[in-house]
């Protein structure tokens, strides 16, 4: 399946384990689907709950230099996968830079993103 999503922020990071002494290095990326930007209640839940939550997702370095613009639009190729407790999740496994995010201006910005890079970065 693929949708717009926004990559609201990009942050690469460098653990080195005490035991190992191996060094751990990636990105990690933070993405909002682009298409429900629109107020909504989670209707299996808490009435308190509202809204939708940003995607989480790790990739290895090399991919840095796929990553155009933060925010920006970017399609994404996902997938359900099974997390360590058996939970469907969905996962983004590839993303292809669209365009800026925009002025600012109060439109639909995602949905009229502009600039297609054909761009593509595999994620882990």
């Known amino acids: 399946m693929t949708q717009k999503m926004i990559m609201l922020s990009a942050n690469g990071y460098s653990v080195k384990d005490a035991t190992t002494n191996q060094v751990n290095e990636g990105i990690t990326m933070w993405f909002y689907p682009a298409d429900t930007i ?12 509202k809204g939708s939550k940003p995607i989480k997702v790790s990739a290895p370095l090399h991919i840095a230099d796929k990553i155009k ?5 970017y399609e994404c190729s996902t997938e359900m996968r099974a997390n360590s407790t058996g939970q469907g999740v969905m996962k983004i496994v590839d993303f292809m ?9 109060g439109n639909n910005d995602a949905a009229n993103a502009n600039t297609n890079t054909g761009d593509t970065a595999k994620t882990k």
Request: net charge negative; proline share 8%; aromatic share 4%.
């Open 38 to 49: 629109n107020p909504k209640q989670n209707a299996m839940s808490m009435q308190l709950d």
């Open 69 to 73: 613009s933060v925010p920006g639009i």
């Open 97 to 105: 830079f669209v365009g800026d995010v925009g002025s600012g201006s």
